[in-house]
């Protein structure tokens, strides 16, 4: 099973934080809406790696306020006159005021998606707020400002941009990046063959990255308390060296098909 397909609900929910009252319900709603659409939401669009995947849910999570809600709590009021989003007319500002996972802005955004997609977001603003819907037209703005890239180099600060139009809530946007890494990484190692281990590279002190969060969060499983953050450091080196040590491989630390094969974790057959 691919990674992408993996990713649903439960992964939502991980991430999210935890809220009560009507934003609660408000937050059950709408990961019950779309978590069972995002696999396919995904794939259709090309966000399919791990880095493009922790991206995504890590704008949409900030974006929708932990989840918790596809329409802006802000009147709008602030858009209104905003020729730059098209807002021309009396009243544009707080009809399309941010909605959405990736929160759609201004008449000129509502027009454009909303005939990309076939919908009356038009006449029917509240449209863009229906879950399904506003995760297909993120997909889709993602796709237009070709993101994916972006989320490839892990650029943090320019997918901002390119969603935000500025960096507003970066530090919160990292939180999320940060959490939905962690998740991605569970499930990468979650869903790993054990037999087929040398499809990871070898990794040695310096080395960073997705195999390396893989790596930390396999040895996390094995009660090695590490942080999760990508970076093969001196933590890292010492737990892989500790494991190696304990199954009676060459303590070297460095993780090769042998450490992979031994790590990872066992699957049901």
Not at 58 to 81: D, L, M, N, R
Not at 89 to 115: E, S, V
Not at 153 to 162: F, G, H, I, P
Request: aromatic share 8%; with cysteine; hydrophobic share 40%.
């Amino acid at each position: 099973m691919q990674l992408v397909e993996r990713i649903g609900a439960n992964t939502l929910r991980a991430i999210a934080p935890a809220v009560t009252g009507s934003k609660k319900a408000n937050q059950a709603a709408i990961i019950a809406a779309v978590g069972p659409a995002m696999s396919e939401m995904l794939t259709r669009y090309d966000i399919t790696t791990a880095r493009r995947i922790e991206h995504f849910i890590g704008q949409a999570a900030h974006e929708s306020a932990g989840f918790c809600t596809t329409e802006e709590y802000a009147s709008g009021a602030k858009y209104e006159g905003r020729a730059d989003l098209g807002n021309v007319q009396n009243g544009d500002g707080r009809r399309y005021k941010g909605r959405g996972i990736f929160q759609l802005t201004g008449r000129a955004n509502y027009q454009r998606y909303g005939q990309r997609l076939g919908l009356d977001l038009i006449d029917k603003p509240q449209l863009a707020a229906e879950p399904v819907t506003s995760l297909e037209i993120a997909c889709l703005y993602w796709s237009d400002r070709k993101i994916g890239p972006m989320a490839d180099e892990d650029d943090l600060y320019r997918v901002t941009r390119a969603i935000n139009g500025g960096t507003n809530g970066l530090a919160d946007r990292r939180k999320y990046l940060t959490l939905a890494k962690r998740e991605v990484a569970a499930l990468v190692a979650a869903g790993v063959s054990s037999h087929d281990p040398v499809h990871y590279p070898v990794l040695r002190r310096g080395c960073e990255g997705a195999s390396v969060e893989t790596l930390q969060v396999w040895l996390r499983s094995r009660g090695y308390q590490l942080t999760i953050d990508g970076d093969f450091g001196a933590a890292t080196e010492l737990a892989v060296k500790t494991f190696q040590n304990g199954v009676r491989l060459k303590v070297d630390g460095v993780v090769g098909p042998a450490t992979w094969g031994a790590l990872t974790p066992k699957q049901d057959t």
